[in-house]
């Protein structure tokens, strides 16, 4: 088994490298916080777990902030609210790699709903309605 490194505020081609190469995405931000009395200190949308997402990488992150909305559990990655879960869920796509795989496909696919082009048609959609 490969060692796990910790990146902390990496250079965006590094981190570009990295997500191709990742095959777990873990995010903890907001970890030990009330998010009803400080929801500023959580990931409000989870964009770098959407980017993690297009690159295949499957997403294992705390269920707070953005990260409910982006991830669906157990089917394009999991969230966890312990630390345990976090090691359960972690162990448990190490060990399948087959339910790993799968869950990459739908990490790809749910992050392009987020793509500029899915951005873009959204918005013509609207503005067709609108008339405008």
């Known amino acids: 088994m490969e060692n796990i490194h910790i990146h902390v505020n990496c250079a965006y081609e590094e981190l570009m490298k990295l997500y191709r190469e990742a095959k777990i995405f873990w995010h903890a931000t907001g970890y030990g916080i009330d998010e009803n009395k400080e929801p500023e200190k959580m990931e409000h949308f ?11 990488a ?6 707070k902030g953005g990260q409910k909305e ?14 345990e879960e976090c090691a359960d869920k ?14 990459a ?28």
């Open 105 to 132: 496909e739908e990490a790809v696919k749910n992050a392009g709903k987020y793509s500029i082009e899915e951005f873009d048609r959204r918005n013509r959609e609207v503005f067709h309605e609108l008339g405008i």
């Open 70 to 83: 982006t991830v669906k559990e157990g089917v394009n990655g999991f969230r966890w609210d312990t630390q």
């Open 58 to 63: 499957v997403p294992v992150v705390i269920n």
């Open 46 to 56: 989870g964009i770098t777990t959407v980017e993690a997402m297009s690159y295949g």
């Open 90 to 103: 972690t162990y448990k796509l190490i060990k399948d790699d087959r339910l790993r795989k799968q869950m």
